[in-house]
């Protein structure tokens, strides 16, 4: 799904069908301008991985139903250790046929809630009836009181403070540790560093290299130094982007390539 402000200055969106390079398939007819910024917001392949039950995550519960004077009372415990207890009172009526199945049946339905029934015990001195209405309103009571318990009981991890005894393992830094603020300075120098430099758009330095990468455009041409056809151009080689020289320098034992502008 895309959408993007028309001519009108109204937000609008279309549905994708396929993508194939950077050409890209609506699903209907749109009047769009050239150089409209598109926002993404649909996308059916993550919506489709949250759709499957290995994304449904759920909190386990014990519910344990037992008697009290004058009625019933549900406990509730979640696997943090958070409880909670709700009584309701009902009469108390023997039934004439086994109940335990379907009031276990009635106190698991915990739908769309965060909660799963790990275990459920029915407590009871008796083959009592229950009324479905009061199992269901006992376990909705319940749930909102352990929501409530969880919420109180839920304590954030706070940042641990700074030990400024710690020595940096360097005391000195170049440009290459990026200093480019004084509160990443003042941090710095509080843990031992006596030199610093400028980060480089701070004080651009003259003779350095401007990036280190992994990517190796010998090895993608085919002329890695450790081949035979490497030796054929030694270094260093020259890129030119946007009219600006780069001069490119190869260490194999680090596998490893620089770009350092020319001067």
């Known amino acids: ?10 937000f609008e969106g279309v549905r994708v069908n396929r993508v194939e390079g950077n050409r890209i398939f609506p699903a209907s007819r749109i009047e769009i301008t050239p150089h409209t910024v ?5 996308d059916f392949e993550f919506d489709k991985r949250l ?3 290995s994304a449904d995550r759920r909190i386990d ?8 004077p004058g009625g019933y009372a549900l406990y509730m415990k979640d696997e943090c250790g958070n409880h ?19 009031q276990k049946k009635q106190l698991g339905k915990l739908g769309t809630t965060a909660y ?16 479905a209405s009061v199992l269901s309103k006992l376990r909705q009571k319940a749930v909102e009181s352990l929501d409530r318990v969880r919420r109180i009981t839920y304590r954030t991890e706070k940042r641990q403070e700074e030990d400024k005894t710690v020595c940096y393992p360097q005391t000195e830094l ?27 758009e701070i004080k651009p330095s003259r003779g350095v290299p401007l990036m280190f990468t992994r990517h190796c455009i010998r090895y993608m041409l085919g002329i890695c130094k450790k081949t035979p056809a490497g030796s054929k151009f ?27 502008r020319m001067e």
């Open 234 to 260: 030694p270094d260093p080689l020259t890129l030119l982007y946007k009219g600006q020289k780069l001069q490119l320098h190869f260490d194999c034992t680090a596998c490893e390539m620089t770009l350092q």
């Open 174 to 200: 170049s440009y290459l540790g990026n200093v480019s603020n004084r509160l990443a300075e003042q941090f710095y120098r509080e843990h031992g560093v006596t030199r610093i430099d400028p980060a480089f």
């Open 1 to 10: 799904g895309l959408c993007f402000a028309n001519n009108k200055g109204e």
């Open 38 to 42: 598109l926002y993404r917001n649909f």
């Open 84 to 102: 909670t207890t709700i009584r309701e009172d009902v009469p108390h009526e023997t039934a004439r046929t086994p109940q335990q199945e379907t």
């Open 116 to 131: 799963s029934a790990l275990k459920i015990d029915i407590d009871l001195p008796d083959n009592f009836f229950i009324p």
């Open 61 to 68: 519960v014990e519910i344990t139903l037992y008697a009290v």
């Open 51 to 53: 759709s499957r039950p």
